[in-house]
């Protein structure tokens, strides 16, 4: 059964940091790109991070809004993909959800989603 599994989310202060986990299982994740995306209240779902199939070069992309606060990182042992988040605002709450696309080059989100996790930036 082929499953991807957010956890890492929760309630933080402004300027806090927070890691989520997007566990993989019944695929191989370095096959796939892997991708974060969040949906925030009243505003479409948009792509944070990407980190492309190996065969891609495990390429890692950001969106402007993160960039130099976000890292993604693949454990290929622990089949295992992580955003770490610094410097939170406000402006990251929603719930962050993870996707998987067979040899892609890029996130595109049709393969397959988690169901993800929420995060809460507040103080």
């Known amino acids: 059964q082929i499953r991807l599994a957010e956890s890492g989310g929760g309630l933080v202060q402004p300027g806090g940091s927070l890691r989520l986990s997007c566990v993989v299982s019944?695929?191989?994740?370095?096959?796939?790109?892997i991708g974060w995306f969040r949906q925030a209240p009243g505003k479409k779902r948009e792509e944070i991070a990407c980190?492309?199939?190996?065969?891609?070069?495990?390429?890692?992309t950001y969106t402007d809004s993160v960039k130099g606060r976000f890292s993604i990182s693949r454990d290929s042992a622990k089949n295992t993909v992580y955003l770490q988040m610094n410097s939170l605002s406000s402006e990251d709450t929603g719930v962050y959800l993870c996707?998987?696309?067979?040899?892609?080059?890029?996130?595109?989100?049709?393969?397959?989603w988690g169901e993800g996790v929420l995060v809460t930036v507040s103080s």
């Open positions: 019944g695929i191989t994740a370095d096959l796939h790109a």
């Open positions: 996707s998987a696309d067979y040899s892609a080059s890029a996130c595109y989100g049709i393969d397959y």
């Open positions: 980190i492309s199939a190996i065969r891609h070069g495990a390429t890692i």
